[in-house]
C-alpha cells in the first residue's frame, strides 16, 4: 500500500470546468510534489513544495495553480484546461529536499480533457 | 550538460533469467542516484538509491545496482527474473546543484522490461 494517497484515481473534465486534486501524506515529510506523466514518458516535475511554502514552479501555465493548506496535504486546482493537459497527475513527498532524500509516489490522478 | 540516459527502451527477458537494465550518467560530479519502478497504471515505487561510498547497493524484490564512476553508470540487475517484475523501470538523478540545498529529480526515459514464461 502506497502512503501517499491521492483523489480521485480517476477524472473527466470538460475545458470549461474546475476540478482539484489532493494528495495526503502521513509519514511526517516537509517537501511535497507535483508530477505530470504523459503515456510512455518520465515523471516531469511541476511544483515542489517545501515546509508549506512553494519553493519551486516549473514554469507551470497559471491553469494549474497548487495549494498546499498544511504539512500533510497537497491540492492542485485545474481550470480551463486543454485536451493536451490529460496525463497522469503525480504526487509525491519526501522527507526534505536534500539530494539524498528519496521521494514517495502516490499511485496518480488519471485525468482526462474533454 | 547534466543527463541521464537509459539504454533500451524495451528489454525482455526469461523467468529465471538476469536482469540487466542499463542507466548512464553526465555530469562533472556524481550526481545522487536512484531507480524506481512503475507498474501498469500505478505511481513510482523506489527500489533502491545510492548511498555514497558504496559501489553495490540492495534493494527491494531482489533487486540491485553497482555504481561505476570511471563508467558514470549506476545499471539495475536481478539475478533471476520473476514474471512479477514485468514493470517499467526508471532510473532517476539529483545533480548536484553547487552550493544550493536542491537539487531536481531528473528521470531517465524509462526501460519497460517483459517476462516471458
Same mark, same amino acid.
Given at each position: 500500500d502506497t502512503e501517499v494517497t491521492q483523489t480521485p484515481k480517476h477524472l473527466v473534465m470538460g475545458?470549461?470546468?474546475?476540478?482539484?486534486?489532493?494528495?495526503?501524506?502521513?509519514?511526517?515529510?516537509?517537501?511535497?510534489?507535483?508530477?505530470?506523466?504523459?503515456?510512455?514518458?518520465?515523471p516531469e516535475l511541476m511544483f515542489v513544495y517545501s515546509y508549506e511554502k512553494l519553493s519551486i514552479n516549473e514554469s507551470v501555465p497559471s491553469r494549474f495553480s497548487p495549494e498546499c493548506p498544511n504539512s500533510s496535504l497537497l491540492n492542485l486546482h485545474l481550470h480551463a484546461?486543454?485536451?493536451?493537459?490529460?496525463?497522469l497527475y503525480l504526487c509525491a513527498s519526501s522527507p526534505g529536499q536534500g539530494y539524498n532524500s528519496p521521494l514517495h509516489f502516490g499511485n496518480g490522478t488519471r485525468l482526462t480533457v474533454t | 550538460a547534466q543527463s541521464v540516459t537509459q539504454l533500451g527502451s524495451h528489454v525482455s527477458v526469461s523467468e529465471g533469467a538476469l536482469v540487466l537494465l542499463r542507466?548512464?550518467?553526465?555530469?562533472?560530479?556524481?550526481?545522487?542516484?536512484?531507480?524506481?519502478?512503475?507498474?501498469?497504471?500505478?505511481?513510482?515505487?523506489?527500489? &533502491?538509491?545510492?548511498?555514497? $561510498?558504496?559501489? %553495490?547497493?540492495?534493494?527491494?524484490?531482489?533487486?540491485?545496482a553497482e555504481f561505476k564512476k570511471s563508467e558514470t553508470s549506476f545499471h539495475l540487475t536481478k539475478p533471476s527474473a520473476h514474471m512479477s517484475d514485468?514493470?517499467?523501470y526508471f532510473c532517476a538523478v539529483r545533480f548536484n546543484a553547487g552550493g544550493t540545498s536542491y537539487?531536481? &529529480?531528473?528521470?531517465?526515459? $524509462?526501460?519497460? %522490461?517483459?517476462?516471458?514464461?
Open positions: 475545458m470549461t470546468n474546475k476540478k482539484s486534486l489532493k494528495c495526503e501524506q502521513h509519514m511526517g515529510h516537509r517537501a511535497m510534489y507535483w508530477y505530470k506523466q504523459k503515456a510512455k514518458k518520465p484546461l486543454q485536451p493536451e493537459d490529460s496525463a | 542507466c548512464n550518467y553526465s555530469s562533472s560530479v556524481p550526481p545522487y542516484l536512484f531507480w524506481y519502478v512503475q507498474y501498469p497504471n500505478q505511481g513510482l515505487q523506489l527500489l &533502491l538509491k545510492y548511498t555514497t $561510498g558504496a559501489t %553495490l547497493v540492495k534493494g527491494i524484490n531482489g533487486f540491485e514485468a514493470a517499467e537539487g531536481k &529529480l531528473t528521470f531517465g526515459q $524509462g526501460t519497460i %522490461l517483459t517476462v516471458h514464461p
